[in-house]
């Protein structure tokens, strides 16, 4: 079965190539795919013809044909077909097992056997927990002489609870959440208190709070009962999610800047929890799924009797400034890294006594010191009379007069339209408009009809993205988009068993993960067979498990961990926290850098719109202007020349070195534990003598006086330009991170360790799961 | 057909290990004792190679305007729009009533022996009207972005696919085996990302490099992170790198198939040989003051795009085969006049500026420049002062590499809403675009998946009308 058919299930696409020679020869092909694709062609070929959604001038509004439009798949509730009776009965572990060889023998593909537990032990640890097994657990595991499923259950149990869980399972929702720490676009504008939020995706993961309880308190946590105020509080940061989108602060028609919000908004909730592309018909009709511009203006009506509480200061350039949510002063909330009140203070004065100076006759002088002010203004936001921090966070809350809006023709603000009740998506529903309390936005009408049993898409979309992270590709190979525009399912009875599964367990992530880590799917190996790859290159139908590169923010998190330098505490608060106004200055001065120089977790770096860290940004972080369930995965030269030559993975692999060299072991120990530490497995025989012989090489032409070939670190590693020196300059003084001991360099054995620590981080095997 | 372009993932696999002096021949046969030297031409798979038949041009140069710059205000000269300025549109159905007629605030000119029209927001690209080749026929599938630049990057708006760079690339190999083949300086890392400059089922060598953090803003800095290693010299270093390819080599051995960690191992390489040239080639500090001004930069209003051109021709020059420069900023729903205004001020003085430096360097005859949006806008107004997308026509040109200078190709119909006559689809841009490399696009194919794949799809048709 080609390529071109097992992708080609979408109508507009094959509309292009219908008649073509080669989607003629797939048609004729006998396996399920060929059967839908003649299905898809006989539509296409009648009257009915989806090719012609292509056409932006061809339905007028009212055309969309919503009956017709509930056909697609993803528009029908998900229903529980019990899994054909395969072949081989002992290999399924669970029904969902059955469901995966069914689809293999249909396909004529023989799976691979189980990886051994040294494999599956290190998948494990990053899968759930984003960080490498230290040597003596993995052996643990390995060594455990329980059963397989016994010891594998443990282990799945054990790694389920770690704190370290929610901080990688948060921050694959935070993708989703295009959580950032500033407002992008032109101005770029910090927000200090999003990190509030980002502590909150977290929690709620470690907490494995129900996916609809969690989307609930996104949508609208304001707006349900809270058991105390610190359980208000939390609620209150969950509408974070609404909040933190990339903004416009320098749009100078306020309306357009509210509509623009609200459509961020609809965008990310249609694309995060439904898997649909609403904000397409924002200006008219979508031009792919059936969403009429009437159901856009009917969910804007929600958002626009929505008042933002971003936090954002208002600034000469960039007006649009939002005051921030209040918090119950009861509430139980971390402080995180405030200011303390001698510097508040401090602050205050240098805005008094800039009130008392003349202004400057130099316009650039002029420039720099309104920026100043106001950026100390808006500092002092956060603070009380006291210079006492304030219990804030960046959210949403109901405006006071709520109210149905306009349809705006063609999305200009100054073309209102008839006025459209608010409500929800027609085509997943028949029922008319929901009543919506009096004087509440709908957010919590919304949040009830999103994860309501009924509602076909947020379970599939949400177990289809946990499936993503697993196994290295989703069941829906577009994770955002469920609709006529995305993928068909490759498995799609068993995606369907996984929606229903998950609401019938209380819409537990943790149970859900632990169903899948514990099958025989998930645990086999990834060995390659000839046959299999020639037929499913791509392993659409796990005929084994996927090859996948580890995320940014385990390689670093890696590195750390390896380095014996990894700060294992949840950070507090963040850099940006104390900062404010427009990231331009900071970007200038080389603040950014420093504000990314860290021991923590990656999840805790500060994430600035367009000025991503560089150890996240070169590995293919998520774009934080938009909603990405699947990261791109590139490899391009700028990820060797980081782990080569960038100046941090030195001084970790520094720090890794001088961890192995203090074991005091002999030569063949330390190369052995080196590999351990690095890639989870001891050296092979091969390996072992081509280390050491790297390692007596490398020694050897060092201490070669003639010519010296390692550059003393002191004299050398402060040249990286102009930020880079600021960085440098500054370090000492706002580093909280204990500089590294000055290497030798009359130290030939120690800095073939160095080299040979750095190269186990440059290795492919480091970033790659088996 | 050729045979190196059939070629299976082991195939291509055995092209490494028995490359000579490939370090595939190092690691796998343990021949590392003595590291290679920092010149080594162990390019792999980016080596030269014939193309199908005589090419017309060896290099391109592809300025993305990133968001659908205007036609009607630029290089589609349409009167009859204008003096109908203020009429309910005729084209262009809208679901909810029809919008107004908006004529362009930009007086047209006739330009050079050639006479192409074009609008006073192009002063000084005026001046260089007899070497392009307008096509005003240009046609997309989608009015939307992401699938719109997508479409125009990777011939699909809907799968992952192969870049035009990589394409090229995949066909040409490349001349400098010290660069990469494909740059891609600030590209937007949105509307697809990296997808746009991505290899998808290509070997990863092919994929863009991308330089610079602009992310399509104009003006981002040009720089490449950790380009030199600031504690080995070249061959502590290279010993270093050795150990790691040997490594991963082993790794790719147990794997039996792995594409992205071959193509990993392959960019290790390629980043080693960059440090020595790239920041020679990234550095403007020796160029005259004459030939910078030229480009602009010394205003800051045409700086930033004019670094990027300026850095465009100095890669092109020392032998990368595809750079790509991305300006983003055309989507002028509302606040055209000033908009669209200061854009075309951005780049205008840096494309003349390109232009003629190619022509006087000889380099014109040899690269192709393109110049083009994702799609273009509709001839009637949105709002007062703004235009939408329009997917059914727009104006896109060529210069330079084997196009006919001072042509115009193609039109849109009198209002410049729907290209009417001399039609170019996207597949039949690539397909010329190919073409003019010598490269047969029916014929540059990839099999995956046991299908054979092109950029054109089933589609596409060479534009020999503008063949000079």
């Known amino acids: ?111 691979v056997g189980d990886a051994d537990r040294r494999t599956l032990g290190r998948r494990l640890w990053f899968d759930l927990t984003g960080l490498p097994p230290g040597p003596e657990e993995l052996d643990k595991f390995v060594d455990d002489p329980a059963a397989d499923d016994v010891a594998v259950g443990r282990l799945v149990d054990r790694l389920l609870a770690s704190p370290h869980f929610g901080e990688t399972w948060g921050r694959h929702w935070l993708d989703v959440a295009r959580y950032a720490e500033s407002t992008g676009k032109e101005a770029n504008v910090f927000m200090p208190l999003a990190w509030r939020y980002r502590d909150y995706v977290i929690a709620s993961f470690n907490a494995d709070k129900p996916i609809d309880r969690f989307f609930t308190e996104q949508v609208a946590g304001d707006l349900l009962d809270a058991a105390d105020d610190t359980a208000a509080a939390e609620q209150a940061i969950a509408t974070g999610f609404l909040a933190l989108g990339p903004k416009s602060q320098n749009e100078r028609n306020s309306e357009q800047y509210m509509l623009d919000v609200a459509d961020e908004q609809i965008d990310t909730v249609g694309r995060g929890m439904l898997g649909l592309t609403v904000a397409c018909a924002r200006c008219h009709d979508h031009e792919f799924d059936p969403i009429p511009t009437e159901d856009y203006y009917a969910m804007a009506g929600i958002f626009l009797s929505t008042d933002l509480r971003a936090g954002l200061p208002f600034l000469q350039n960039a007006r649009r400034g939002s005051r921030a949510l209040r918090l119950p002063e009861d509430a139980d909330v971390p402080l995180g890294n405030t200011l303390n009140p001698e510097q508040v203070r401090r602050i205050r004065d240098r805005l008094d006594s800039s009130a008392d100076a003349s202004p400057s006759s130099n316009p650039a002088a002029r420039i720099v010191r309104t920026a100043i002010i106001q950026n100390d203004k808006a500092k002092l936001e956060l603070y009380d009379n006291d210079n006492r921090p304030r219990k804030l966070a960046a959210g949403v809350k109901d405006r006071l007069r709520p109210a149905d809006t306009a349809v705006r023709v063609r999305g200009e603000p100054d073309k209102p339209g008839d006025l459209v009740r608010r409500g929800f998506l027609q085509v997943l529903t028949d029922e008319p408009r929901p009543e919506i309390a009096r004087g509440q936005s709908g957010r919590l009408e919304l949040a009830e009809w999103i994860t309501s049993p009924g509602n076909p ?314 | 057909m050729l045979n190196y372009l059939k070629t299976p993932a082991a195939s291509r696999r055995d092209t490494l290990r028995v490359a000579a002096g490939g370090f595939g021949m190092l690691a796998l046969q343990g021949l590392a004792a003595k590291p290679a030297a920092a010149d080594t031409t162990t390019e792999g798979s980016l080596s030269t190679k014939p193309p199908h038949f005589a090419p017309r041009a060896k290099n391109v140069i592809f300025l993305c305007m990133g968001g659908g710059p205007s036609h009607v205000d630029t290089f589609d000269y349409k009167p009859t729009l204008n003096k109908r300025n203020g009429e309910s549109s005729p084209v262009g159905r809208n679901r909810r009533g029809n919008g107004q007629l908006l004529g362009s605030p930009w007086k047209f000119n006739r330009h050079g022996d050639s006479g192409l029209w074009i609008s006073e927001l192009f002063p000084n690209l005026a001046t260089r009207a007899d070497d392009l080749c307008l096509l005003h026929g240009m046609q997309t599938d989608v009015p939307a972005h992401p699938q719109a630049f997508l479409a125009l990057h990777t011939g699909s708006s809907q799968f992952v696919r192969p870049s035009l760079g990589a394409w090229t690339v995949y066909g040409l190999g490349t001349e400098n085996a010290n660069l990469p083949g494909f740059v891609s300086l600030n590209p937007p890392t949105s509307q697809g990302g990296p997808q746009n400059y991505g290899s998808s089922f290509l070997p990863a060598i092919t994929q863009g490099t991308p330089i610079g953090r602009g992310r399509g803003r104009r003006g981002g800095s040009l720089t490449v992170e950790n380009i030199k290693n600031e504690r080995y010299a070249t061959p502590a270093q290279r010993r270093q790198l050795d150990f790691v390819q040997k490594l991963n080599a082993a790794k790719l051995q147990r794997d039996v198939d792995n594409d992205p960690v071959e193509g990993m191992i392959e960019s290790y390489e390629l980043a080693f040989r960059m440090q020595a040239d790239l920041p020679e080639v990234l550095d403007l500090n020796n160029e005259s003051a004459a030939t910078r001004n030229a480009y602009g930069i010394d205003d800051s209003e045409t700086e930033g795009f004019g670094r990027q051109c300026l850095v465009a021709r100095r890669l092109v020059e020392a032998g990368v085969r595809f750079v790509e420069v991305t300006a983003g900023g055309w989507d002028q729903h509302f606040n055209l006049t000033q908009a669209l205004a200061d854009n075309c001020r951005s780049i205008d003085k840096p494309i003349a500026g390109l232009l003629a430096d190619l022509k006087k360097r000889g380099l014109l005859d040899d690269t192709l420049v393109i110049w083009t949006g994702e799609f273009g806008r509709t001839p009637y107004a949105q709002g007062d002062d703004g235009r939408d997308h329009n997917n059914k026509g727009f104006t896109s040109w060529m210069a330079g590499g084997g196009v006919k200078g001072g042509f115009s190709y193609g039109a849109t119909d009198e209002f410049g809403y729907e290209a009417v006559e001399g039609k170019v689809h996207t597949h039949d841009f690539h397909a010329t675009i190919l073409h003019l490399l010598g490269l047969d696009h029916e014929g540059l194919t990839y099999e995956y998946a046991g299908r054979d794949f092109r950029l054109t799809d089933v589609h596409g048709r060479v534009v020999e009308e503008i063949l000079a």
């Open chain 1, 1 to 111: 079965m080609s390529q071109s058919v097992r992708i080609a299930l979408c109508g507009v696409c094959l509309a292009a190539v219908a008649g073509s020679a080669a989607i003629e020869a797939d048609a004729q092909d006998r396996s399920r795919d060929g059967a839908r694709l003649r299905a898809i062609l006989e539509r296409l070929a009648g009257p009915a013809d989806r090719g012609q959604a292509h056409d932006p001038d061809a339905p007028v509004e009212g055309e969309i044909d919503l009956t017709e439009a509930r056909d697609h798949w993803a528009f029908h509730p998900p229903v529980v077909e019990t899994p054909e009776v395969v072949r081989d009965r002992r290999w399924a572990r669970d029904d969902v097992d059955r469901y995966v060889r069914a689809a293999l023998e249909e396909e004529g593909l023989e799976p």
């Open chain 1, 457 to 770: 898409l947020t379970a599939r979309v949400y177990v289809n993205r946990v499936w993503g992270h697993l196994f290295g590709r989703g069941l829906v190979e577009t994770p955002d988009n469920f609709g006529i525009m995305g993928f068909e399912p490759s498995h799609p009875e068993l995606l369907d068993y996984l929606a229903v599964w998950f609401t019938e367990n209380g819409w537990s992530t943790k149970a859900l993960i632990k169903k899948l880590v514990l099958t025989r799917t998930y645990r086999m190996s990834s060995d390659y067979t000839a046959a299999n790859a020639l037929s499913d290159p791509d392993n659409i139908y796990l005929w084994r498990m996927s090859k996948r590169r580890l995320p940014a923010e385990a390689i670093r998190d890696a590195m750390l961990a390896v380095s014996g330098v990894l700060d294992r505490r949840p950070a507090e608060g963040s850099p940006v926290y104390t900062e404010a106004g427009q990231t331009r200055s900071a970007e200038r001065f080389g603040k950014l850098e420093r504000m990314a120089i860290s021991d923590h977790r990656s999840v805790y770096l500060p994430i600035v719109r367009a000025q991503i860290p560089e150890s996240l940004e070169v590995f293919d972080f998520a774009d934080p202007n938009n909603v990405t369930g699947d990261r791109p995965e590139t490899s391009i030269p700028s990820q060797a020349l980081y782990v080569l030559n960038d100046e941090r993975v030195m001084e970790l692999a520094e720090k890794f070195a001088d961890r192995v060299i203090a074991m005091g072991m002999s030569d063949a120990r330390s190369v052995e534990y080196a590999y351990r530490l690095a890639l989870g497995r001891p050296p092979t025989r091969g390996e072992q003598a081509l280390t050491r012989a790297f390692l007596v090489d490398f020694a050897r032409t060092q201490g070669s006086a003639a010519s010296p070939e390692i550059v003393p670190r002191t004299t050398t590693l402060r040249t990286r330009g102009q930020a880079g020196r600021f960085a440098d300059r500054f370090r000492g003084r706002f580093d909280r991170r204990p500089e590294s001991a000055e290497p030798s360099t009359t130290n030939p054995r120690r800095d073939a360790t160095v080299a040979f620590a750095q190269a186990l981080f440059a290795t492919a095997e480091f970033r790659y799961l088996d």
